[in-house]
């Protein structure tokens, strides 16, 4: 979907349309979506709100309805389910679809898209782009090619000179750090990748190096999965007023891993690894994570080593705007032994 949150607010919203519109707070927030209008000022999806005030002064706020985003979201699965049933949800407002074999017996990947996109608009008013390619990887790096409104196809026989030509920057799953890291190494086009042997890309950036070695050919094996597992569930809280004592800190991490613990009972899933998100006042972000060799399973759990990573990374004089807890590593419920019920009592809000 295209800017799809300040796009459904502009639907709603006559007097919002043709004009620079973020989603997200104000005050103390960051840009969770922003319309292409705003982004004509260097304005983008995690930016500090009061950094994209000051590039657009009469840029215009609104809060996040994501019980209205959601349901929009569902009309639109509703409508790939029309043409398959192996649709990959990446989120609300993306997804990946495989329509080698299709419900409609139609033989052209193309025309699928350009009949999902105006049947998109038809019923929602928003637009979507596209991407057509022969795997997950290549088609999702085209489908932010001709935003907003767009579709982009690379046929087989052009994966490779595609590729060869993209700045590395536009690799999906090359980002900005690790851009710049290979930069600096001479590697700016795909066609620099692809002289680097499996081994260097390895010992430079890890296992993520024979990731790298194989998209730039243009092999990604991952098939579109329906089912696809969450890797994380995680909560984090933005805060009016700078956090400086920690006595409070330790206040916010025990509502965090209350409100944490719900999900993990609601979703019926637990993890063995736990990680505390801290934001300075000066927007510097840091993760501290600790795993265990056991599941992560009651809110006292979740409290107390959320409190343990908070004492172990303080340091004198901080200034916190936003602490977050996640907890990954997750297996299902049915892994670790049936229906329990978890009963315990959370302490009130912080």
Known sequence: MDAFYTSVEQRDNPDLRGKPVVVGGLKRGVVASASYEARQYGIRSAMPSVTALRKCPHLIFTKARFDVY???????????????????????????????????GLKSAIFIAQQIR?????????????????NKFVAKVASDINKPNGIKVILPDEVIPFLEKLKVEK??????????????????TGFDLKQRTELELLQRFGKSGKFYFNIVRGIDNRSVNPNRIRKSIGVE???NEDITEIEIMEEKVQFLAEKLFSYVEKHQRSGRTLTLKIKYANFETATRSRTLNYDLETYEAIFNLGKTLLHE???DDVRIRLLGLSISNLREEEEFGGNRQLKLQFPKEA
């Open 70 to 104: 959601k349901s929009v979201s569902q009309q639109i699965r509703a409508i790939f389910l029309e043409y398959t049933d192996l649709v990959e949800p990446l989120s609300l407002d993306e997804a990946y679809l495989d329509v080698t074999e299709n419900k409609k």
């Open 118 to 134: 105006k049947k998109i608009f038809e019923e929602t008013q928003l637009t979507a782009s596209a991407g057509v390619s022969i």
């Open 171 to 188: 690799f999906h799953g090359i980002g900005k750090v690790t851009a710049e890291k290979m930069h600096k190494l001479g590697i700016r």
């Open 237 to 239: 809280r933005t805060y």
């Open 313 to 315: 990374n303080m340091e």
